[in-house]
């Protein structure tokens, strides 16, 4: 029988990844370290994972159906009408330069790492969450309000988080906060702003999660989000301070990057 890490044990190995993440989390982005904690991830911490999506009275029977929606093109979103979802999608995606494919991106890489086995730990309902949060990334940029920068990316983050306990979310906090204590101060007010903006108002809404927005996008963007309780954030909230300007803000990559793992 395979010997599975002990509770409350931080498998040294995936310690020296995290710690690179922490380092630079432009560089080696969490969507590798996320793929790089299950081969040694405690079974009872994966277990706790997921009761918390399963036994959720909302999340569980959403997740339960596995739903994907096929990629969305963003020629066919020019039919909806201006101030529905579907337009401000569009223009979201088109205006910021953002990858069209996202999700069918990331599916690839996942798909790299479960050839090697090391997902093999990676139950279906988490592997189901992470590629379904793809699809719907940029639609929850969109329905929050978050922009596509570092600082909204990282609220997003932590919106996501407070509506379900999932490990993405929270290896995007503990490297981010991480990096801000021991390796740049100047991150920690601007972060702290993000992460109590996104987390304050993620557990004011309605659960998003697992949420066939798809077939919401010909609806006004402004009727989806009173339909959940979203006060939409603003991309002043997130300004990067010009004054002792985090390292790592200054000279970052892309949000959605999936290339580097230098």
């Given at each position: ?11 040294p ?11 630079n989390f ?13 081969e ?51 223009a ?15 599916r ?11 997902l093999k730990?990676?139950?279906?309902v988490?592997k ?22 570092p600082?909204?990316e ?7 988080l ?5 490990p ?33 108002h ?23 989000r009173?339909r ?35």
């Amino acid at each position: 029988m395979e010997e599975r890490p002990m509770a409350g044990k931080v498998d040294p190995k995936f310690g020296a990844k995290f710690l690179k993440s922490v380092e630079n989390f432009n560089e080696y982005g969490i969507h590798f370290l996320f793929n790089d904690w299950w081969e040694s991830a405690p079974a009872d911490a994966i277990e706790k994972y997921v009761a918390l999506i399963e036994n959720d009275p909302v999340q569980g029977q959403l997740a339960a159906e596995r739903y994907y929606a096929p990629p969305l093109s963003l020629a066919a979103l020019e039919v909806h009408a201006p101030g529905t979802l579907g337009a401000h999608y569009l223009a979201f995606v088109r205006d910021h330069n953002l990858m069209e494919s996202l999700a069918v991106g990331y599916r690839d890489l996942h798909e790299q790492f479960e050839a090697t086995g090391v997902l093999k730990n990676l139950p279906d309902v988490l592997k189901h969450k992470v590629l379904r949060g793809y699809q719907t990334h940029d639609l929850h940029h969109v329905i929050t309000g978050y922009p596509p920068t570092p600082l909204g990316e990282l609220a997003v983050q932590a919106f996501q988080l407070a509506q379900t306990q999932f490990p993405y979310a929270s290896m995007w906090i503990a490297v981010v906060t991480a990096h801000m204590t021991f390796i740049d101060p100047h991150l920690t007010v601007p972060a702290m702003n993000a992460i109590t903006h996104g987390w304050s108002h993620g557990r004011a809404a309605k659960s998003l999660q697992f949420v066939k927005f798809e077939e919401q996008l010909d609806e006004p963007l402004e009727l989806v989000r009173r339909r959940f309780d979203i006060r939409a954030a603003t991309a002043a909230d997130f300004v990067t301070p010009e004054r002792h300007t985090p390292d790592l803000l200054v000279a970052s990559t892309p949000p959605g990057d999936l290339s580097r793992r230098d």
